[in-house]
């Protein structure tokens, strides 16, 4: 089985819509596109994963017990791979 390498990484901008946070999510490729993916409420925890950058090996990789990571990761592997 051949692993596939994706060279992009996952973004995240947190803007505020009517009442509540959410955060937009953005497929950063290697040279310098943004791809809309999804918008899902904040979280202080995919927040914090994303706002910097991560990329999707890494991101689709992880393991936690907090819920909105989760749900993050599943989402993003669905899209990606």
Known sequence: MEE???KCSVA???RKDGGHWVVD????????EEKYIFTK???RGT???VKGGISV??????KSPN???MKLVKSVALMVL
Not at 57 to 62: E, N
């Open 57 to 62: 090996q890494r991101l689709v990789r992880i």
């Open 25 to 32: 999510y953005y497929l950063n490729s290697p040279n310098q």
């Open 4 to 6: 596939t390498v994706i």
């Open 12 to 14: 995240g901008i947190k």
């Open 41 to 43: 409420n904040y979280s």
């Open 67 to 69: 819920k909105s990571v």
């Open 47 to 49: 927040y914090g994963l």
